[in-house]
């Protein structure tokens, strides 16, 4: 496609309940991150790959979130035992660019954990 | 660990005004960038800045880099209706990754 594509674009869940959210990057790009934001708020760092490699995982909020790029394009955010606070929009974004020059955001996943 | 902050956090302006949202860093940055998101929608890159100093402009956007490479500056000229939306600067210090601003929400009023 032309651009991010992620999906489900909304998912509700039950408290307890595992998900995965997809990301498909813009092909061909390096880069690829998660950031979660919260209504009202800017987006917050989750992880960062490198082709399939996840060079940076500082953001990840608990060891109940865990994600994968295995082949270096699509890639998966699975949170386990999702709690209220996960609430957010997950969004991921891809670059051509190792840096992660003008990254181009995918519409997110909009997750309500209930 | 580092810290962006931006201001104001909501501006009301009449079509036709000008605005200034700021962006400022607890450390300095290498790079900085802008983005902006539509009511509903994603953020949508807007342009990086790299250099002490630095000016860029793309129409009606006037985008600045501090001398001190801690803060920025967007400026837009004679707002109109589709500059709706939030914007957000993103900074990064050296190697790490980009940490984002809380943003400022612009309402545009005809």
């Known amino acids: 496609g032309a651009g991010v594509s992620q999906s489900p674009r909304y998912k509700v869940a039950k408290r307890g309940q595992d998900v995965a959210l997809r990301c498909d990057p813009i092909?061909?790009?390096?880069?690829l991150f998660w950031y979660q934001q919260a209504l009202g708020q800017g987006p917050e760092f989750l992880t960062y790959?490198?082709?399939?490699?996840?060079?940076?995982k500082s953001g990840l909020p608990s060891d109940r979130f865990f994600a994968e790029r295995p082949e270096g394009s699509v890639s998966t955010l699975k949170i386990q035992r999702t709690q209220q606070e996960d609430s957010a929009v997950y969004l991921c974004?891809?670059?051509?660019?190792?840096?992660?020059?003008?990254?181009?955001f995918g519409q997110g996943t909009r997750l309500t954990v209930v | 660990g580092q810290q962006v902050m931006q201001i104001p956090q909501y501006q009301h302006v009449q079509e036709g005004e000008d605005f200034t949202t700021y962006c400022n860093s607890s450390?300095?940055?290498?790079?900085i960038q802008w983005y902006k998101q539509r009511p509903g929608g994603h953020p949508v890159f807007l342009i990086q800045?790299?250099?002490?100093?630095e000016v860029k402009k793309q129409k009606r956007l006037t985008f600045q880099f501090g001398e001190a490479k801690k803060n920025s500056s967007l400026h837009i000229t004679a707002t109109q209706t589709t500059d709706v939306g939030t914007y957000f600067c993103?900074?990064?210090?050296?190697?790490?990754?980009?940490?984002f601003g809380p943003g400022t929400r612009l309402s545009v009023l005809p």
């Open positions: 993103a900074g990064r210090n050296y190697g790490q990754n980009f940490v």
């Open positions: 974004a891809s670059s051509p660019s190792p840096g992660g020059w003008g990254a181009f």
């Open positions: 450390t300095t940055l290498s790079n």
């Open positions: 800045l790299v250099k002490s100093g």
């Open positions: 092909s061909g790009h390096v880069s």
């Open positions: 790959f490198q082709n399939e490699a996840q060079l940076d």
